[in-house]
Each structure stands twice: as structure tokens, then as C-alpha cells.
């Protein structure tokens, strides 16, 4: 279990692995809580996100290797502060709820806290996309990881996040992080967040086929990580 520390005062910094949502961002940015600071990793965007980002106060970190693990990666190697936040920049989550993750952190109750995605509309969640969550964090709980969702908004130690062996730079990150974070004995736990339709399509589970594609390689991740 990872050592507790004394947070207060707590100094965020916000993780966006950002590609092509030139669109979105200005939401995502204009929510950010007062006192946190938004880290834009551009992961080879072609449109105007880093431009966008930029205008509205945002840390740009070019993130050249192309995958979600490797855009994460990139920014909390740039972040500065001691608790990190992640959360996607296609305006389906809210960071104006990241402080409800980040006081379960800083309370010393958990050492990783998810959010738990609660759909807003059923556009929000396709039907296959959450069974296919379903299904992972099934397995994820078999393997002794107290999860129900695989979600991207989360809150930690961005020391602690840097330590751990995470190998996998594409869409097997979530599930690698949840794994070696467990083997690490930390404390995860889940906190309810907002689910809204994303703007413009998803890059991973947009389509059936897409959803099956990310569970099979969800699966391999799961039965490579011992």
C-alpha cells in the first residue's frame, strides 16, 4: 500500500490526451476547476487543438508517439504537480467533477480513484460499448480488482503513477494500470461521474466492431499480465 501523505494543499494538474478535439476543448478547458491546471497532450492532432488549448491557458505537450497509454504518459511526465488527474477532452466527462476524485485522495481513503461513468442520455453509452466495459471489468474483478468500470477520469499521485511498469502506449493502458496498480497494493475505489455524448465519434468503441476489436485486445493484455 502506498505510504499516505499529507495533501492539503492540493495542487492538480490535469492530464487531457488530446487527438482531433479541436471542437471540444473549449468546454473541456472553460471547466477546469480554479486552482487545477489543464495539460493538453497532443497526440498528432490535425486540426486546431493545439491552437485551441493554447488560447485558453493550457500547457501544450507534444505527444509524437502515436496511442492514448503514450498521450497519458506524455503528460504526466510534463505535469509538476503532486496529484494528477485524467480525463478525456471530448467533452463526455465533466472536469468540473474532479474534485469529488480528488478528496477521496485526499482524505487517505484511496490511492487511485476512478470515476464511474453514469450515462446522461443513452446516446452517451452505446449499448455495445458498455457491454463490452462490463465484460472487462468483470474479468478485472476475477483477477481481484475492485472495478466496474474502466472509465478515463481518475486521480492519483503522479509520482506514484510514474513508478509504476506500465508497458502497453495504445488503448491497453487503462486495463494495464488498473493491473499493476493492484499488484502494487494500492487502494482503488470508484466515484460516480456525469457520462455525456461525446462530440464527434469515439476512436476506440465508436462502432460494434470497434468495441469487439478493444475487448480482444483487452483480453490478450489481461491473459500477458501475470
Not at 468546454?27 to 486540426?47: K, M
Request: charged letters at 25%.
Amino acid at each position: 500500500m502506498i505510504t499516505q501523505r499529507h495533501l492539503e494543499p492540493v495542487s492538480v494538474d490535469v492530464v487531457l490526451p488530446c487527438l482531433d478535439e479541436a471542437e471540444a476543448l473549449p468546454w473541456v478547458l472553460d471547466r477546469i476547476p480554479d486552482g487545477y491546471r489543464a495539460v493538453v497532450a497532443d497526440n498528432g492532432s490535425r486540426d486546431d487543438s493545439a491552437r485551441v488549448a493554447r488560447e485558453r491557458g493550457a500547457l501544450v505537450v507534444d505527444a509524437p508517439r502515436r496511442g492514448y497509454g503514450a498521450a497519458v504518459q506524455a503528460g504526466l511526465r510534463a505535469a509538476e504537480a503532486e496529484v494528477v488527474c485524467v480525463c478525456d477532452a471530448d467533452a463526455s466527462l465533466d472536469p468540473a467533477q474532479l474534485p469529488l476524485l480528488v478528496a477521496e485522495l485526499a482524505a487517505g481513503r484511496s490511492d487511485l480513484v476512478l470515476g464511474r461513468r453514469r450515462p446522461t442520455s443513452a446516446r452517451a453509452w452505446p449499448p455495445h460499448a458498455r457491454l463490452g466495459n462490463a465484460v472487462v471489468a468483470q474479468r478485472l474483478r476475477r483477477r481481484g480488482v475492485p472495478v466496474h468500470d474502466l472509465g478515463p477520469m481518475r486521480a492519483a499521485r503522479r509520482a506514484d503513477l510514474l513508478r509504476l511498469p506500465i508497458t502497453d502506449h495504445r488503448f491497453g493502458y487503462p486495463l494495464e494500470l488498473l493491473l499493476r496498480a493492484a499488484q502494487a497494493g494500492w487502494r482503488i475505489t470508484e466515484t460516480a461521474v456525469d457520462y455525456h455524448p461525446r462530440v464527434g465519434r469515439s476512436k476506440v468503441t465508436g462502432t460494434p466492431l470497434g468495441t469487439a476489436r478493444a475487448v480482444r485486445d483487452m483480453t490478450a493484455t489481461l491473459a500477458s499480465l501475470r
